[in-house]
């Protein structure tokens, strides 16, 4: 557990158990210098002795006459440097630390989001857990900056918790509760069940669901402050659990299906952070929770399924389950009065191997709106890359006996899947496909192994930004 609290006092007034210094570029900032020649150069004299550069997370302890100090490289993001600086404390037995100001309002903010990120942990299911607190004091932090920081990465810690559930527990109906849960922040919700879809027409999203004894549930969400500015509707991929269905993934490639969720889960996220700090915007969030799981009622490769927008779609690949739940969702946003779509979703396979593991495939049918994302998700510090919508590949999409397939050819198949959703929308749609970063399969600088909650930082940057 991680506290931050804003105080005046510099480093060299400061009694606390740990000072932290940072180092950039080989070089003490102002309060480091000052305290260096106050000692003698003792900083310096260690760092060229330990052959210490000062490059991003690398850390030097000292014992000195006046304390126990920590240089800390700075690298060029103060947001990682925050979440490196947050592992690198929380393995030390220090209680609380003071740390030094970087100057820039910005920068603050970022290293104060990056503490809060970098020292999230999930440790529900296990019997032993990590009882360390720690409480860090950053020197020239203003209140409101470290308030926003808590508020965002509160909302991330909710997207990481249910991504890292195991699909034993977070099952469709266990999400629709988490979605709920938001009810006392002011944030509407209203869960439909099977009926309800089957009313509606939901026919592409209750195949998905329907091989699976856990029942799919649409979830629809909606904080509509007073005098909020502007609408922003938001579409989250909600597969609990994947198998693929009848076109099965291997073992290996299911490890992870857990997370199939995480566009869902940053849409919850969102909606969580955009509540406590009071945004001026309305958002609105559809969920289409379900299991693509194998029985005597999965659906099959073959079937034709009719969308609730009325258009048919040929199955040729049961493992391509989320663009029909999310043809059925993004419709329904639609028909919701959605002027403006930002869909997030752990799509295809076909988008990290374009783009690696760290950066989401940014696809748009109007580029004004995707440059808008886009600049988001810069702001946010998360990594997207604008993708083509290339018309030609409609081609692949065709089928001799249905309006669609759900699935193109090997080749493009991430743009193939992000024409295939563009289908069922008329008004400008971003689609992220986050399929790389939503799960980190190792400890990175924000953040342990496991769900990043990639996504909620940049739907808030772009909510702020209208």
């Known amino acids: 557990m991680i506290t931050l609290n804003a105080t005046e006092a510099r480093l060299d007034e400061a009694q606390v158990p740990l000072r932290v210094l940072w180092v950039r570029q080989g070089a003490l900032l102002p309060q480091g210098e000052a305290l260096d020649a106050r000692l003698g150069g003792l900083f310096r ?111 991330v810690y909710l997207a990481r918790d249910l991504v890292n559930e195991p699909p034993n527990v977070l099952t469709p109906e266990a999400l629709a509760e988490a979605a709920l849960g938001l009810k006392p922040l002011g944030v509407e919700v209203e869960v439909l069940d099977e009926a309800a879809m089957e009313a509606l027409g939901m026919g592409a999203f209750l195949a998905v669901g329907r091989g699976s004894e856990n029942p799919p549930r649409f979830i629809a969400l909606r904080y509509a402050p007073e005098g909020a500015r502007e609408r922003l509707d938001l579409v989250g991929k909600g597969l609990t659990f994947d198998s693929g269905g009848y076109s099965l993934k291997p073992t290996e490639g299911m490890a992870t299906m857990k997370g199939d969720m995480a566009g869902a889960a940053a849409v919850l996220g969102a909606m969580k952070s955009a509540a406590l700090l009071g945004l001026p915007v309305e958002l609105r969030g ?6 693509n799981l194998i029985s005597g009622r999965a659906y099959r490769v073959g079937d034709v399924l009719k969308t609730l927008s009325g258009k048919t779609v040929e199955v040729m690949n049961t493992d391509a389950e989320g663009r029909l739940t999310l043809a059925d969702a993004l419709a329904y946003a639609e028909r919701q009065g959605a002027s403006r779509i ?56 065709k089928s ?44 990175h600088p924000l953040g342990p192994e496991g769900g990043t909650g990639f996504g909620v930082r940049t739907i808030l940057e772009v909510a702020r930004g209208l």
């Not at 100001?101 to 032993?128: D, I, N, Q, V, W």
């Not at 399929?435 to 190792?442: E, M, T, V």
């Open 45 to 155: 004299r260690s760092m060229e002795g330990a052959g210490f550069k000062g490059e991003a997370g690398e850390s030097l302890l000292l014992a000195t006459p006046e304390g126990h100090f920590l240089l800390f490289g700075l690298g060029e993001d103060p947001r990682e440097a925050g979440g490196r600086l947050a592992q690198a404390l929380l393995k030390t037995s220090f209680p609380e630390a003071l740390v030094e100001p970087l100057g820039a309002e910005e920068e603050t903010y970022a290293l104060a989001e990056g503490l809060y990120l970098g020292s999230y942990r999930f440790e529900r299911h296990k019997t032993e857990r990590e009882a360390k607190s720690l409480a860090l004091r950053l020197s020239g932090a203003g209140l409101e900056a470290l308030e926003r920081a808590r508020k965002v990465a509160e909302g």
């Open 286 to 291: 559809y969920i289409a929770a379900c299991e």
């Open 342 to 397: 930002l869909e997030l979703s752990t799509l295809t396979g076909a988008a990290v191997v374009a783009l690696g593991e760290e950066v989401a495939a940014l696809f748009a049918t109007e580029a004004a709106w995707g440059e808008k994302v886009r600049q988001g998700a810069e702001r946010a510090g998360e990594k997207v890359w604008p993708m083509p919508l290339e018309k030609a590949y409609r081609e692949k999409l």
């Open 400 to 443: 001799p006996v249905a309006d669609l397939k759900n699935v193109g050819d090997r080749n493009g198949g991430a743009i193939t899947a992000a024409l295939f959703l563009a289908a069922f929308v008329q008004v400008p749609l971003v689609h992220l496909d986050i399929a790389g970063p939503a799960f980190a399969k190792k400890t």
